[in-house]
């Protein structure tokens, strides 16, 4: 019923909300964006992954990027006239609307995601999406290439078969480390409330509670 | 939107430049970006892409369906109002509202996919408010990262005139450069057909793949600047897999790609004899790239889209 799937990359970068302009990442991975690793590999409407616990394998190491970014957003209203009208002018100058933000970003990072899913609709079948999943994370299979946080953090993968396959986690990482309070996930259903939870992290593992679960608040 | 890619590529870019800077970094005064901990240099993603837009707009005139939507000056022969190709007129009577309405907002964006090769190739984030405003686009790219450490070198250069009228005595002003000189750089990128085919795809067809690799190709050509005069791109190996989702682990493809320093030159970070002695790498003589073809997984084949031999 439930899975591991081991990632890992060059960089990543889990963006906290409270820094979002100069992005500063989280010193883990959060339950969300494992959650969009999982589902890169394999989703249906029908079900839900939930991430049940993380594992740290690596020690945890910042480095900083700046980088040039466009400010702003296009509008939808000047690109609704300019198709009504058949022209218009809709390029953004990057020297005129430039921003340049640094990002602290984790690097050579390495992680098991454990999850598991509920099945909200459609025939009772955990069979069918378990095998599907596995046989695509087996593989190197996927919808779309996993990422770290950003897109240009790829992600690589590979399926965690038996406790052979685990890869240890590093000693650095033993002993337990309060991680504060970190996002758990946006609740999608109820006008994309976020959810927070406390992350310890034991000998290297996050114990994730269900996002309806005890301690975890909106 | 016509004949949307429908195969998954991997693809290992390499590209080197000698006697320049190749990425400055906003963060250390312009030197070329560097990994702290390794001495490696890095060229962002947002770099590449940007060179990617500039070599299009350029190659097709700003003209629709290649408009390229995050400009710059340089490339640029601004057109006022040029006329655009006329769509469904069925936009909102109400010019300053956002449509709430998902099927006007997806028309919207699939408009600017349609006229944007940059909006269809790399996605863009179009009005926050409206779910399916942003389109992720099926091109993605990582960071780069040069194979040796890299050393950055400083000039100092002077000028023979002054700005102000006050520095009239000094003569002479100094300003600095830095450059690498030589450095060979590789980078991974993807092409996901499943965000360029399905319904809500960004409609990147098989000429914007062939067009992409031009770019490729081509991009340094049309970016030379005192700063990085020269730049080329030396090799880009892809895999294609038959299946929309992929025929095999992309970190395993890649490693079949292999870049090795020669005897006698300074070996590579990580290799066996790490700490061995040699010469710096000055050319990409100094390097063999060996692509492993033998027993490819089933249904991944091996494209060579610029070949270094």
Same mark, same amino acid.
Request: aromatic letters at 8%.
């Given at each position: ?146 990422? /770290? =946080? ?5 992600? %690589? +993968? #590979?399926?965690?078969?038996?406790? !052979?396959?685990?890869?240890? *986690? ?8 309060? /991680? =504060? ?5 946006? %609740? +999608? #259903?109820?006008?994309?409330?976020? !959810?927070?939870?406390?992350? *310890? ?18 | ?309």
């Amino acid at each position: 019923m439930s899975i591991k799937l081991h990632v890992w990359g060059d960089f990543a970068c889990f963006t906290r909300p409270e820094m979002k302009v100069e992005r500063v990442s989280y010193d883990v991975i959060s339950p969300s964006a494992a959650r969009g690793l999982v589902e890169a590999v394999y989703w249906k409407p029908q079900i839900r992954w939930q991430v049940t616990s993380l594992h740290v394998i690596k020690p945890i190491r910042f480095t900083s990027l700046r980088r040039n970014e466009v400010a702003s957003k296009a509008p939808s209203g000047s690109i609704a006239k300019a198709m009504k009208n058949g022209r218009g002018s809709l390029g953004l100058y990057i020297e005129d609307d430039r921003q340049q933000r640094a990002a602290t970003i984790l690097r050579d990072v390495s992680y098991v995601i454990e999850a598991r899913f509920d099945i909200l609709s459609g025939e009772e079948n955990v069979a069918k999406h378990l095998d599907q999943f596995n046989r695509r994370a087996r593989d190197g299979r996927c919808f779309q290439r996993p990422y /770290l =946080g950003c897109r240009e953090f790829a992600a %690589d +993968f #590979a399926l965690v078969e038996d406790d !052979h396959a685990m890869p240890s *986690v590093d000693p650095e990482l033993m002993g337990e480390r309060d /991680l =504060g309070y970190m996002l758990h996930d946006i %609740d +999608f #259903a109820h006008d994309m409330t976020p !959810h927070f939870f406390r992350a *310890v992290m034991r000998d290297g593992v996050i114990e994730v509670p269900p996002l309806t679960g005890k301690g975890v608040k909106s | 939107m016509t004949n949307p890619v429908s195969s998954r590529y991997d693809f290992a870019y390499f590209f080197d430049i000698t006697d320049g800077n190749p990425n400055g970094d906003p963060d250390a005064g312009n030197l070329p970006r560097i990994d702290a901990e390794t001495g490696q240099g890095l060229v962002t993603d947002v770099c590449l892409k940007r060179k990617i837009r500039n070599y299009v707009g350029l190659a097709h005139g700003e003209q629709p369906p290649y408009e390229i939507y995050v400009k710059e000056r340089a490339v640029l022969n601004r057109q006022h109002d040029r006329a655009w190709q006329k769509v469904d007129p069925k936009a909102t009577k109400d010019k300053d509202k956002l449509p709430k309405d998902e099927k006007k907002a997806r028309e919207l964006t699939a408009w600017m996919c349609g006229n944007f090769f940059d909006v269809r190739a790399f996605g863009a984030v179009m009005t926050t408010e409206v779910n399916c405003g942003q389109v992720r686009g099926p091109v993605q790219f990582g960071i780069a990262r040069s194979l040796h450490p890299i050393v950055a070198q400083e000039h100092a250069v002077t000028r023979c005139a002054v700005t102000n009228e006050r520095d009239l005595e000094k003569e002479r002003t100094i300003g600095r450069k830095f450059t690498v000189p030589y450095a060979l750089y590789r980078v991974h990128g993807y092409v996901n057909p499943n965000l360029a085919g399905d319904p809500n795809g960004t409609g990147f067809s098989e000429s914007d793949l062939s067009l992409f690799r031009q770019a490729l190709d081509q991009m340094f050509e049309s970016d030379k600047s005192a700063a990085r005069a020269n730049m080329r791109p030396v090799a880009c190996i892809a895999f294609r897999h038959e299946s929309r989702l992929g025929n095999a682990r992309a970190d395993k493809l890649f490693s079949r790609v292999l870049c090795t320093a020669r005897q006698g030159v300074q070996p590579l970070p990580g290799a066996e004899n790490g700490d061995g002695d040699g010469r710096p790498p000055r050319s990409f003589g100094d390097y063999e790239l060996t692509v492993d073809e033998q027993d490819l997984p089933s249904g991944v084949t091996i494209e060579h889209w610029i070949d270094w031999r």
